[in-house]
């Protein structure tokens, strides 16, 4: 009511826009890292859902905005450039925080920020899902398992990791980010995800990344030896990304916090892995045997019965299939065709 003699207005009359296509999305999502590896391809999924707005916070440290140029300018997407050490403040109902680099060398290059990102980082993102009620889903690691004792790893255990060792920034660091979202959700109701990723590969992995398959792929085609670090029988379980990004869409919409390993059981020692980039990318090129670095884990595969059970999920993509889609990404990037 108007009580000081100006004539009450009207209420403003909503924008035409409000009744447009892209403002009746009715889920925004945000996701850290989202010009990464994964997180990119995680997005193309989550922007083929026309009721989906999604928003990408990254710093560029090894993401890259090429990942996502597809969706630049698109009414329902924002690229934002953000460090998740300091707080952001963004209206959204889910979020998938996969902000952190992933390749050892790069984690091990700025430990003290790797660290800074997985637990200040972290916070931040649970102080955000607090305010605005979100629910938030954590890219964690079978690294958390460290050089496990069990084998294959199940979710009950708790794992064997050097608490000063080298890695320890990025596998303790997201040992605290689980505790993080673990006691937000105890403390505050915070609805939480929580994914045990293993080692994922596939196109738009940056070339000179460093972790195995990359570099695989690209040392077969510019033909140079394929460095397996030594000893070579240590073993890793390989998932494609599409798969990847199935799984984590699953464990968002479904009911259960986890932790759940998303991985392919599939396990192979590295020097397998050389044999067989060789065979199938270029049967000329040579292996070689290098030193290795410390704490590396000697065997890894995930246990993922609770994924199938609680999620419905398995991958689907072997590892023979997936490696010729990566080969015709990175011979695109590399500018190296295919022989006839
Ligand atoms: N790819 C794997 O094999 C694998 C395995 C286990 C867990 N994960 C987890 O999945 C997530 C994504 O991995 P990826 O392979 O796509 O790695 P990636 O390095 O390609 O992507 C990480 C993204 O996070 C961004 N980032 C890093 N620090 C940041 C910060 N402080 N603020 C904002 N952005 C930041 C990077 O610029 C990059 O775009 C990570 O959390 C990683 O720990 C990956
Ligand atoms: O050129 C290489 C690179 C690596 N390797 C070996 O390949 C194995 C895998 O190494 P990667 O660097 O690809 O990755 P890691 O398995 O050590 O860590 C990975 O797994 C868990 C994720 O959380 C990490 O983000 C991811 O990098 C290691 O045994 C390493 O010694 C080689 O033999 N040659």
Not at 124 to 145: C, D, F, P, Q
Not at 194 to 213: E, H, L
Request: aromatic content about 8%.
């Amino acid at each position: 009511m108007a009580t000081n003699g100006e004539t009450k207005k009207p209420p403003p009359t909503p924008s035409p826009l409000r009744n447009a296509k892209f403002f009746q999305a009715n889920m925004r999502i945000l996701v850290t890292g989202g010009a990464g590896f994964i997180g990119s391809h995680l997005v193309d999924k989550l922007m083929e859902n026309e009721k989906n707005e999604v928003i990408v916070v990254d710093n560029y440290f090894t993401g890259s905005k090429d990942n996502l140029r597809k969706w630049i300018g698109h009414p329902r997407f924002e690229l934002v450039r953000h460090d998740i050490t300091e707080p952001l403040l963004v209206e959204v109902d889910q979020i998938y925080h996969l902000a952190c680099p992933a390749s050892p060398i790069f984690y091990k290059h700025n430990p003290v920020k790797t660290i800074k990102t997985n637990v200040i980082g972290t916070l931040n993102m649970l102080g955000l899902a607090k305010r605005v009620g979100a629910r938030i889903l954590l890219t964690s690691t079978s690294e958390v398992y460290g050089d496990p004792l069990v084998h294959p790893q199940p979710e009950n255990y708790w794992g064997n990791v050097n608490p000063i060792g080298v890695r320890s920034c990025y596998d303790e660091g997201k040992r605290v980010a689980e505790t993080l979202m673990f006691d937000y959700h105890r403390q505050h109701g915070i609805e939480i995800r929580i994914a045990r990723i293993f080692n994922t590969y596939g196109p738009r992995m940056n070339i000179d990344d460093g972790r195995v398959v990359s570099n695989f792929i690209a040392q077969a085609l510019r033909g140079e030896p394929l460095t397996v670090q030594a000893p070579g029988t240590q073993t890793r379980s390989f998932c494609y990304v599409s798969d990847m990004v199935d799984g984590l869409l699953r464990l968002m919409e479904g009911q259960h916090t986890g932790p759940i390993n998303i991985g392919n059981p599939g396990e192979f020692t590295m020097q397998e892995l050389a044999e067989t980039v060789k065979e199938l990318i270029n049967p000329d090129v040579e292996i070689k045997m290098v030193e290795n670095t410390p704490d590396d884990p000697r065997q890894r595969k995930p246990d993922i019965t609770k994924a199938k059970e609680l999620l419905g999920w398995e991958p689907k993509i072997k590892l023979r299939d997936g490696l010729p889609l990566m080969e015709e990404d990175f011979r695109l990037r590399l500018g190296v065709p295919k022989k006839k």
